[in-house]
């Protein structure tokens, strides 16, 4: 059996405790080194066979993958964050539908929550934002045409946006030329969760400005949107006092 685990943000206390279940009766694990926290490493049994994907092919990973069953044994596939997020899982599970190996998937606390948390920041605020798009620049991986940054900054919604740290000048003026005021508010959160943790509020204009400042220039998420200033927003409905809900009678 192989186990598709999302390792969490980055702290290591944030795996899930099935995931982490998982990871302690693990025979052989595979991790995205490039990315997940090493300090997980600590939670696997004695014996266990580690490998880094960071140097592997999918060749390579299936390869480990296919042995190990073929050995009777648990392999535990370690993606960061919530592997459903740029985590190149399909593929893999392609390839051990192909090969008849069962798999499962436990999800996991996605950098895009720890960065919230960071920020003590709501990604959906009445009247401000109810819709969260997350995204990325094309870089040498393409994005299909319709989901352009430009498309997306014509709905004003919040964006979260991965992978993109290094193109920050040219996300801004995307940003801009798709709908979003140059004064927006925007923020950088650098390895959410992290030890190395660091967070910047700043707007669309001064992105590259800020990161440069601080020396950023990968592993940092992008959040774009009125939501960052945390301002202006309507109050729930659903604590108020004077709303009636299937547990609660409003005042009189």
């Known amino acids: 059996m192989v186990h598709f685990v999302g390792a969490g943000s980055g702290a290591p ?39 880094n994907s960071a140097t592997m092919t999918l060749e390579e990973v299936i390869a480990v993958m296919e042995q190990a069953e073929g050995e009777g044994k648990d392999t535990l596939r370690l993606h960061t964050g ?9 593929e893999q599970m392609d390839a051990l539908d192909a090969r008849g190996i069962a798999y499962d998937d436990t999800p996991g606390v996605s950098s895009f929550q720890a960065a919230a948390a960071a920020l003590h920041l709501e990604y959906t605020l009445p009247d401000v934002s109810q819709s969260v798009v997350i995204t990325r620049m094309e870089g040498r991986t393409p994005v299909p045409e319709r989901e ?31 709908g979003y005021d140059r004064t927006t508010p925007a923020a950088i959160v650098y390895k959410a969760s992290w030890a ?26 992008i959040i774009v949107g009125d939501v960052v200033a945390h301002s202006s927003y309507s109050r729930s409905r659903l604590y108020d006092p004077s709303f009636t809900t299937e547990f609660r009678e409003a005042d009189q």
Do not use: W
């Not at 919530?82 to 399909?90: E, K, N, Q, S, V």
């Open 196 to 221: 190395e943790e660091q967070s910047y509020v700043c707007t669309v204009e001064t992105l590259a400005q800020t990161a440069q400042a601080h020396g950023i220039k990968k592993t940092a998420l």
């Open 82 to 90: 919530d592997p459903c997020l740029y985590g190149a899982i399909r």
């Open 13 to 51: 206390d944030l795996i899930t405790l099935r995931g982490k279940h998982l990871l302690e009766q693990a025979d052989v694990i595979i991790y995205a080194g490039s990315l997940v926290n090493p300090e997980l490493l600590s939670y696997k049994k004695e014996g266990a066979v580690v490998y």
């Open 148 to 178: 352009r940054i430009e498309s997306f900054a014509a709905h004003g919604a919040t964006m979260v946006i991965f992978l993109s740290t290094g193109m920050l000048e040219e996300l801004s003026k995307r940003l801009i030329a798709g």
